[in-house]
């Protein structure tokens, strides 16, 4: 057996210091290790985006990633987009716009959306269905996740 | 103020939006560890070896069981022909050998890859209609021996898993004097259902009892499945439900279940939870079956079809699950939804040693209307005769016989489907403007609302709010949190939000058929207004009393209990709840639904399982494709839905099924390849082999509720989540024959297929 590695990284504004084995993925680290169990894992081979977090203030498939790599990191998973109860205007935009119906890829289209606004907050609806295309969903068709985007992307500017 | 038919914001938007939600696969127990299956890396052989001492010495393992460790018993939705783990031979690639429970999940599948496993492989039966040839090997030489799970026993025999015939006269005479006859042969691959969510499970064996704790669409045929492997009567296991992540069929009969209840019991009591990995959930899910199709029509001078004949082979894999139940879909489908003079109908399902198929939304009819709206196609082109008008020629009309008898009072619907779909996109004009490459099909079909039983029980808080206990789940559709919630509210006059509905459990909630068949706002919608009604008659004889009035002079609005006609007169709903506990008792009602199915001929067939469609609803379907000859590729451009929906009582809900369903008749079509090596072994293994439909593969449907309120339903609700799966590879199909004027007659339609077309 490998000697396990401290990993220590900020998550959502907290520390969290574990103790891992040096493969243990990174969204298990944040699912097991850290009882955050917003970040989802459809396809643990970075293909369906639901793990999709961010590391340093850029996307990542946390499955695709070991604990070990972020140590000192600042991340932020889907449980860090509410200022404490109150969702933010993506998360709000989702739920009024009918964006998730299972609901199980939407933390990952969250977060993704979330680099999409930053990179550029006014965007088409052709430039979201881009954004969003490494992303599955299984149940709605996209189209109520585009709008969802850019209607808080509407909100957002104003 | 009503609520029906109004935006409302889904009760579990919240929890999904924030991360809170907890989905069966985040369910966790103090205590718990883990487990693992050892499963069958051949789909067909003989176990010669099967040592667990090894594994069983590996760190952190509790237990590590096989056949010789489960219950000697057989189960099976339909038939009982299965056994929790192999026994001697293995039937399927991924059939369970051996269960591990370990401290941890790396030690469970560690401990499982231990297990000393060898496997003579042995021929396995793939090939659908080899499978039923007098040469083939049985993929079950003790058949005779598997028994129904209720009732009588069905036609099957050898490989022959289940068949429904119908023969009726004048088939034969038709075709004897048609002016031509045209023939056609289809051929449809498996679809995966590919929620987000693999399955999982948590099974804890305390007090002599089983607990099971599971993402499921059907708690109630978990329990009845997990009995019929542990051998134990049903009201000893109990499901908990919890948040699905999309389930479309494949969460309707047990998985992980009995073998998390087993490892538990074997661990004297800790909870022990299993998951597939994403390619263990690929090649054990029951994918929608592949199917091959024939068809022939006889048409007369005037291009009327006189008789038609079809003939369908369905995979069943290697054992039955709901699948024989369904063999019989293809005598409501085999005309669609046009006349078509006596039709024989030859439905078989086989055995092969592949992967047990089962449900995915739209059972059987995705394939079947691919086939006779495809037909339909080749008819009109042999006739020289418009595809539109063609149909519209031959529509069903109000009062329609079908060939079981049953009467469809109401598919005129169905013209009013084909005049919003003209009007939005007229005929003449898409023909007008078409290019090379681009093509348009059209199609239409019928569908039923599953009938299955339901009861909720609604209860009155002393706050005024209430709760609804029922075993309904919601699989994401919006049935559920919106839905059955609105339903209520409209019912007690009070907000969507003051209406909360737990997840089942069936120690707790009464009998549920699941959602499946776009049951749920129907069934369990109608037994909650039942529930909610006796709410209002309670409250309103309470509150007569308090208000001096007759109870029959009261109504139950806007949150209140108040006299009609005498503003002010009233009371709220707490106050009257709190009076109610010091003179009738705590305020509740029940309610239970089931809709009959409607009158059919007994005689029209043998292995009538589903004889008819109960609350039928009608579909159009349009869609307008371009093939890019270079690379093959087919782009949706638009995509027309006309459906009958009864009454549209949750917009969002209403739009998002048909989105989404489409989206995935979309992946059926052109991009869901699912294909089976000679082995019997799935070629694509991951969700990245196995491509699903992106954001950027599919339009916004143009979508045209036709309400048609059915007065048995829930404020006139009819099922709706299934249909507008059924018709996408049908017009999708004609779309792409229509661009390069050739024939495509299978699914999906690959760019591979398509180059090889134009370039033939």
């Known amino acids: 057996m490998s000697d396990s590695q401290t990993v220590s990284v900020t998550i959502n504004g907290h520390v969290y210091t574990a103790d891992c084995d040096p493969r243990l993925t990174l969204a298990d680290f944040i699912r097991h290790k850290c009882g955050l169990t917003g970040t989802h894992l459809g396809c643990e081979h970075g293909v369906c985006g639901a793990c999709t977090i961010m590391v340093d203030g850029r996307t990542a498939r946390a499955c695709l990633m070991l604990a070990v790599q972020v140590d000192g990191s600042t991340i932020t998973t889907v449980e860090g987009l509410a200022s404490g109860n109150e969702l933010n205007p993506l998360q709000e935009a989702f739920w009024d716009n009918h964006g998730l119906q299972c609901g199980f890829c939407t933390s990952g289209m969250l977060m993704c959306a979330t680099e999409l606004l930053e990179e550029n907050p006014d965007p088409s609806a052709e430039e979201v269905r881009e954004g969003i295309s490494g992303n599955l969903c299984r149940c709605t068709g996209y189209d109520s996740i585009v709008k969802s985007v850019l209607a808080a992307a509407e909100k957002m500017r104003s | ?760």
């Not at chain 2, 009588?152 to 004897?176: C, Q």
């Not at chain 2, 009892?209 to 009995?227: C, E, G, K, L, M």
């Open chain 2, 1 to 760: 103020m009503t609520v029906i038919g109004e935006r409302i914001p889904r009760s579990d938007g919240q929890s999904k939006v924030s991360g809170e939600a907890i989905y069966g696969v985040d369910y966790a127990e103090p205590g718990m560890i883990w487990g693992a299956l050892l499963r069958s890396p051949v789909s067909s052989g003989r176990i010669t070896r099967l040592d667990t001492t090894a594994a069983m010495a590996m760190p952190g393992v509790h237990a590590v069981l096989t056949a010789a460790d489960a219950p000697d018993a057989y189960a099976g939705w339909v038939l009982r022909d299965q056994r929790l783990f192999a026994v001697d031979r293995v039937h399927f690639e991924g059939q369970p050998i051996a269960a591990v429970a370990a401290d941890t999940l790396a030690q469970a599948r560690a401990a499982a890859a231990a297990i000393d496993l060898e496997i003579e492989p042995l021929p396995a039966v793939v090939d659908l209609d080899h499978a039923l040839s007098p040469d083939a090997p049985l993929v079950h030489p003790d058949w005779e021996s598997f028994v129904p799970t209720a009732g009588p026993d069905f036609p099957r025999g050898g490989n022959l898993a289940a068949e429904s015939i119908s023969d009726p006269p004048g088939v034969d005479e038709a075709f004897a004097r048609a002016h031509r006859v045209i023939s056609d042969e289809f051929v449809a691959q498996r679809q995966y259902q590919a929620y987000i969510e693999p399955k999982s499970a948590v099974g804890i064996f305390r007090d002599g009892r089983y607990t099971i704790h599971t993402a499921h669409q059907f708690p109630y045929n978990v329990r009845d499945r997990v009995s019929q492997f542990l051998n134990v009567r049903p009201s000893a296991v109990r499901v908990v439900g919890h948040t699905i992540g999309g389930g479309f069929g494949a969460k309707l009969d047990a998985s992980l279940e009995p073998y998390a209840a087993l490892l538990s019991r074997a661990v004297r009591g800790l909870a022990v939870k299993l998951v597939n990995t994403r390619t263990e959930d690929l090649i054990t899910c029951p994918s929608r079956e592949g199917a091959i199709t024939r068809l022939r029509s006889a048409v007369d001078a005037e291009g009327n079809i006189i008789a038609r004949e079809l003939e369908v082979i369905a995979d069943n894999g290697a054992y039955s699950g709901e699948m024989p139940w369904l063999a019989s879909i293809a005598l409501h489908c085999a005309r669609g939804v046009y006349r078509a003079g006596p039709t024989r109908v030859v439905a078989r399902l086989v055995y092969t040693n592949t992967t047990p198929t089962g449900a995915f939304r739209g059972v059987n009819g995705t394939y079947l209307y691919h086939a006779v709206e495809r037909h339909m196609d080749h008819i009109a082109a042999e006739l020289g005769v418009d595809r539109l008008e063609y149909r519209l020629r031959h529509l069903f009309t109000d009062g329609e016989e079908l060939l079981n008898g049953q009467v469809l009072d109401d598919a005129g619907i169905l013209r009013q489907g084909f005049e919003a779909i003209e009007a939005a996109a007229p005929w003449a004009e898409l023909q007008a403007e078409k290019r090379p490459y681009r093509g348009i099909g059209i199609g239409a079909a019928w569908w039923l609302t599953n009938p299955s039983a339901g009861t909720a029980v609604v209860k009155m808080h002393e706050d005024g709010t209430v709760a609804v206990v029922t075993a309904a789940t919601d699989n994401g559709s919006g049935a559920v949190s919106m839905g059955v919630t609105q339903v209520v509210a409209e019912r007690l006059g009070i907000p969507p939000a003051d209406v909360h509905i737990a997840l089942p459990d069936t120690d707790v909630a009464g009998f549920d058929g699941g959602s499946q068949g776009s049951r749920t706002t129907r069934i369990v919608g109608k037994a909650s207004q039942i529930a909610a009604d006796e709410v209002v008659e309670k409250l309103k004889n309470v509150a007569a009393g308090l208000l001096e009035a007759a109870a029959e002079d009261l109504e139950v609005a806007e949150g209140t209990v108040r006299v009609k006609g005498v503003p002010g007169k009233s009371m709220t709903l707490a106050e009257v709840a709190v009076t109610a506990m010091n003179t009738v008792g705590p305020i509740q009602g029940t309610g239970s639904f089931v809709t009959p199915f409607p009158d059919f001929n007994p005689g029209c067939a043998t292995g009538l399982m589903l004889p008819s469609f109960p609350t039928p609803t009608y579909h159009v379907h349009l869609a307008e494709v371009e093939v890019d000859p270079v690379t093959g590729n087919v782009r949706v451009l638009r995509y027309l839905v006309a459906q009958e929906v009864g009454r549209v009582i949750s917009p969002d809900g209403t739009y998002g099924q048909v989105m989404g369903a489409v989206t995935q008749g979309i992946g059926y079509a052109l991009h869901e390849s699912l294909r089976i090596g000679e082995d019997g072994r799935y070629r694509e293994r991951t969700l990245e082999s196995y491509r699903l439909p992106l954001a950027g593969d599919v339009p916004r449907v143009e979508f045209f509720p036709l309400e048609h309120p059915d007065p048995d339903g829930p404020f006139g609700a009819k099922g709706v989540g299934e249909g507008p799966v059924l018709l996408p590879a049908a017009v999708i199909a004609n779309a792409v024959s229509d661009a390069i004027g050739k024939p495509f007659n299978q699914i999906p339609i690959t760019p591979e297929e398509v180059l090889a077309a134009i370039q033939s």
